[in-house]
């Protein structure tokens, strides 16, 4: 059993910011494709305005972007082209900020959840000595869980995270591969990050770890440094974007509801 709290901060200053960047291998522009009659980071947006947080804030690198986004009354702020990551976007929006947590939401999530964003804040401000916090649901589906585009958690009994792979974890030595599921709940990570301000700024300048280098998963280049990570367990299972093909299921989904 995993620990997981959910309460509504209040009186908190909670940051939300959205890195929306122009270029991407499979779907170039998708911040801007419409998703039945609005761009798909108006979308995003949409949602996490509903999350309660002080402020959210669409971190994008094209003017195109930049204009959309404020032509509907969103803010939104220019950043360097050249930053590697959305978590450096943030970090690049948060320099200047005021408030003491952060939360970045994926641009590609057009249904993000507004409680899912509630629940990071909630465990920052449970766990202080964490400094970062993140969301995980229980799968049961083996081959979804043998992907490596699903990347796995294993976390301690207070819910912090040990590791994240993208290989299936913890492996059962002593067991056939098809009754894993039903031994141990397994857990896929969902990507949605809050961090405490401070702890935000200190990570966009480490350098890369040998860990992350091998998975290509950025947070084990927090946890490498030693940065503890509360992992939330939810229901909730988020749907991105990333090709054409995603994107026509999701209008589907909007029709269908």
Not at 3 to 14: G, V
Not at 112 to 126: F, N, R, S, T, Y
Not at 212 to 236: C, D, F, H, K, N
Not at 249 to 256: D, M, P, V
Request: glycine fraction near 6%.
């Amino acid at each position: 059993m995993y620990f997981c709290l959910m309460y509504t901060p209040q009186n908190l200053e909670i940051l939300g910011i959205i890195p929306a960047r122009w270029g991407s291998s499979r779907f170039p522009g998708k911040a801007l494709a419409d998703l039945n009659g609005r761009p798909l980071v108006l979308r995003v947006w949409d949602q996490c305005m509903k999350a309660g947080l002080s402020k959210v804030v669409i971190a994008t690198d094209d003017d195109r972007i930049l204009s959309v986004c404020e032509k509907a009354g969103a803010n939104v702020v220019m950043t360097d082209p050249e930053l590697p990551s959305g978590t450096d976007r943030c970090a690049a929006v948060a320099i200047s900020a005021n408030e003491e947590f952060v939360i970045n939401i994926q641009g590609d999530e057009p249904f993000i959840d507004p409680q899912a964003i509630k629940h990071v804040a909630d465990l920052l401000i449970e766990f202080p000595d964490r400094p970062i916090a993140t969301l995980a649901n229980y799968e049961s589906d083996i081959s979804r869980l043998q992907s490596p585009n699903v990347v796995k958690v294993v976390c301690d009994h207070s819910g912090r995270g040990l590791y994240f792979s993208r290989a299936l974890i913890p492996f059962q030595r002593d067991h056939e591969l098809t009754g894993w599921s039903h031994r141990h709940q397994y857990l896929t990570h969902i990507g949605l990050y809050g961090f405490q301000r401070k702890t935000l700024l200190a990570i966009a300048k480490l350098p890369v770890a040998d860990l992350e280098s091998m998975e290509q998963l950025e947070q084990l280049r927090w946890l490498s440094a030693g940065y503890p990570i509360s992992v939330g367990v939810t229901s909730y299972h988020s749907i991105g974007i990333d090709t054409p093909e995603d994107l026509e299921r999701a209008r589907q989904h909007i029709l269908s509801l």
